[in-house]
Protein backbone atom coordinates (compact mmCIF):
# COMPACT_ATOMS: atom_id res chain seq x y z
CA UNK A 1 0.00 0.00 0.00
CA UNK A 2 1.72 3.50 -1.08
CA UNK A 3 0.01 6.52 0.70
CA UNK A 4 0.25 9.96 -0.37
CA UNK A 5 -0.61 13.10 2.05
CA UNK A 6 -1.98 15.91 0.63
CA UNK A 7 -3.86 19.44 1.98
CA UNK A 8 -1.48 21.01 4.13
CA UNK A 9 -0.79 24.75 4.67
CA UNK A 10 -0.36 27.73 5.81
CA UNK A 11 -3.60 28.91 8.22
CA UNK A 12 -4.59 31.34 10.77
CA UNK A 13 -5.57 30.62 13.98
CA UNK A 14 -9.58 29.41 14.43
CA UNK A 15 -9.16 28.53 10.47
CA UNK A 16 -9.94 24.81 8.89
CA UNK A 17 -8.33 22.85 6.13
CA UNK A 18 -8.59 18.93 5.37
CA UNK A 19 -6.03 17.03 4.71
CA UNK A 20 -6.61 13.91 2.00
CA UNK A 21 -4.51 10.84 2.00
CA UNK A 22 -4.58 8.84 -1.19
CA UNK A 23 -3.88 5.23 -1.29
CA UNK A 24 -3.12 2.44 -3.50
CA UNK A 25 -4.35 -0.81 -4.32
CA UNK A 26 -7.71 -2.83 -4.45
CA UNK A 27 -8.20 -3.70 -0.93
CA UNK A 28 -8.24 -0.66 0.48
CA UNK A 29 -11.35 -0.88 2.68
CA UNK A 30 -9.83 -3.91 4.39
CA UNK A 31 -6.63 -1.09 6.28
CA UNK A 32 -7.88 0.90 8.93
CA UNK A 33 -6.70 4.20 8.31
CA UNK A 34 -4.86 6.98 10.70
CA UNK A 35 -3.74 10.39 11.14
CA UNK A 36 -0.78 10.98 13.23
CA UNK A 37 1.44 14.23 13.56
CA UNK A 38 4.84 15.44 14.53
CA UNK A 39 5.28 19.09 15.76
CA UNK A 40 8.42 20.57 16.18
CA UNK A 41 11.00 19.31 18.82
CA UNK A 42 7.67 16.49 19.57
CA UNK A 43 6.69 12.68 19.42
CA UNK A 44 4.82 11.91 17.27
CA UNK A 45 1.16 11.42 18.51
CA UNK A 46 -2.02 9.69 17.45
CA UNK A 47 -4.35 11.74 15.79
CA UNK A 48 -7.69 10.01 14.41
CA UNK A 49 -8.35 6.31 13.10
CA UNK A 50 -11.41 4.85 10.89
CA UNK A 51 -11.54 1.37 10.12
CA UNK A 52 -13.29 -0.36 7.03
CA UNK A 53 -16.63 0.29 8.11
CA UNK A 54 -16.02 3.70 9.54
CA UNK A 55 -16.00 3.11 13.09
CA UNK A 56 -13.67 6.21 14.48
CA UNK A 57 -11.61 6.32 17.39
CA UNK A 58 -9.79 10.46 17.90
CA UNK A 59 -7.37 11.42 20.48
CA UNK A 60 -8.18 12.82 23.12
CA UNK A 61 -6.82 16.82 21.69
CA UNK A 62 -8.76 16.74 18.83
CA UNK A 63 -11.59 14.98 19.64
CA UNK A 64 -14.88 17.64 18.55
CA UNK A 65 -12.18 19.42 16.38
CA UNK A 66 -11.16 16.96 13.59
CA UNK A 67 -13.31 14.90 11.62
CA UNK A 68 -11.90 11.52 10.44
CA UNK A 69 -13.76 9.97 6.88
CA UNK A 70 -13.06 8.27 3.70
CA UNK A 71 -14.15 7.11 0.88
CA UNK A 72 -13.69 3.37 -0.32
CA UNK A 73 -14.84 3.80 -3.60
CA UNK A 74 -11.65 6.70 -4.44
CA UNK A 75 -9.23 5.27 -1.78
CA UNK A 76 -9.17 8.21 -0.06
CA UNK A 77 -9.43 9.52 3.61
CA UNK A 78 -9.31 12.76 4.97
CA UNK A 79 -9.04 14.97 8.26
CA UNK A 80 -11.58 17.71 8.22
CA UNK A 81 -9.36 20.28 10.85
CA UNK A 82 -11.60 22.99 12.68
CA UNK A 83 -10.75 25.87 15.19
CA UNK A 84 -7.01 25.13 14.28
CA UNK A 85 -4.31 26.28 17.06
CA UNK A 86 -0.88 27.59 17.09
CA UNK A 87 0.21 23.81 18.33
CA UNK A 88 -1.47 22.17 16.38
CA UNK A 89 1.40 22.75 13.58
CA UNK A 90 3.36 19.98 12.61
CA UNK A 91 4.13 17.36 9.86
CA UNK A 92 0.88 15.58 9.41
CA UNK A 93 0.89 11.58 8.28
CA UNK A 94 -1.22 8.66 7.37
CA UNK A 95 -0.36 5.67 7.79
CA UNK A 96 -2.20 1.98 7.49
CA UNK A 97 -3.18 -1.25 8.91
CA UNK A 98 -5.43 -4.07 7.97
CA UNK A 99 -5.96 -4.61 11.91
CA UNK A 100 -7.15 -1.70 14.32
CA UNK A 101 -5.00 0.43 17.04
CA UNK A 102 -3.82 3.65 17.81
CA UNK A 103 -0.40 3.23 18.33
CA UNK A 104 2.21 4.22 15.63
CA UNK A 105 3.79 0.51 16.09
CA UNK A 106 -0.06 -0.64 14.87
CA UNK A 107 0.68 1.09 12.12
CA UNK A 108 2.33 -0.86 8.63
CA UNK A 109 2.31 1.43 5.96
CA UNK A 110 3.31 5.49 6.16
CA UNK A 111 2.42 8.18 3.90
CA UNK A 112 5.07 11.68 3.50
CA UNK A 113 3.62 14.10 5.73
CA UNK A 114 2.12 17.07 4.96
CA UNK A 115 2.85 20.27 6.77
CA UNK A 116 0.66 22.43 8.64
CA UNK A 117 1.29 25.98 10.11
CA UNK A 118 -1.11 27.36 11.92
CA UNK A 119 -0.18 31.35 13.07
CA UNK A 120 -1.22 33.64 15.65
Known amino acids: VQLQASGGGLVQAGGSLRLSCAAS????????MGWFRQGPGKEREFLAV???????VYASSVKGRFTISRDNAKNNVYLQMNSLKPEDTAEYYC???????????????WGKGTLVTVSS
Open 25 to 32: GRTFRSYS
Open 95 to 109: AATQAFGVREADMVY
Open 50 to 56: IDGSGLT
